[in-house]
């Protein structure tokens, strides 16, 4: 898999692009942010990141590629969810509407099995011939489950029950922010959740993302588990390389969705 893409990262506060080397798994050009729409309905949302593409059209040709996340649950191009995003998404045909505002083909998926990918392709869990389960901590808890390099998508596994609670509202960062806690005193909580995800899926390796895997170091060491943890690679890169990826790779597999 070759050549130039284009990577687009729908977030709750900014949507991020930015032309990808698939050779080499980095930013190709300067990254573009412009700030998500404060209402964020799918053609307001749609409007800017068709900005976005716009900005890079000099650069791109018929045949470039353009992946798009979501911070929602995709399938067969539908969103099904709503993650910090307009509610006004949930069973909305997410691909139907970037496609007649941007004017070309998208790929679109979930933004954590975008960072996934990512991070198996060109982060910390490159070249491993096993099951990885990649979490990103945000203000709430991603994933993505990649088995022998194939991606499982959609997994969801910020929300499994853990002691009678949604796990993110109990173990995100975004917890750890708005009750002022201390890492000793979050340290805990992210315990009680990667021994209770070990326990359902037993992976060769947890990979941890979002914003505070930069911290890593003041947390990881801290929790005991049979399975491998360690520090997302590409950071805030990630989603964005991730969708450049999927989406050459939906080109390469148009079958597999």
């Known amino acids: 898999m070759t ?30 942010r412009i700030p998500t729409p404060k209402k964020s309905t799918p053609e307001k949302v749609a409007a800017v990141t068709a900005r976005i593409v716009q900005h890079f059209a000099d650069q791109l040709d018929d045949t470039t590629p353009i992946g798009v996340t979501i911070p929602a649950v995709v399938t067969h191009g539908v969103v099904r969810t709503a993650a910090n995003i307009d509610k006004a998404w949930i069973d909305a045909d997410g691909k139907k509407i ?9 790929t679109l998926m979930n933004d954590a099995d975008a960072a996934g990918v990512a991070e198996v392709q060109y982060g910390a869990a490159k070249g491993h011939p096993g099951f990885v389960l ?41 917890v750890k922010s708005k009750l002022g806690l201390s890492y000793s005193e979050w340290i805990p909580r992210l315990q009680r959740y990667y021994s209770h995800v070990e326990g359902l899926f037993w992976p060769d390796l947890f990979v941890v993302g979002g914003g505070i895997s930069k911290n890593a170091s003041k947390f990881l060491p801290k929790l005991k588990l049979k399975t491998p943890i360690v520090a997302a690679e590409l950071k805030n890169r990630a989603g964005i390389i991730g969708a450049a990826w999927m989406a050459a790779d939906s080109l390469e597999n148009p079958d597999v969705v």
């Not at 990103?136 to 808890?141: A, E, F, M, P, Q």
């Open 3 to 32: 050549g130039l893409v284009l990577g687009i990262d729908i977030g709750g506060s900014g949507i991020k692009g930015a032309l990808v080397d698939l050779n080499v798994g980095d930013f190709a050009s300067e990254r573009v």
């Open 134 to 174: 990649v979490t990103t901590l945000g203000t709430g808890i991603g994933s993505a489950i990649i088995n022998r390099g194939v991606l499982v998508p959609n997994t969801e596994l910020g929300h499994i029950e853990l002691d009678g609670h949604d796990a993110e509202t109990q173990a995100s960062s975004g």
């Open 98 to 106: 970037f496609e007649e505002v941007i004017g070309r083909p998208i």
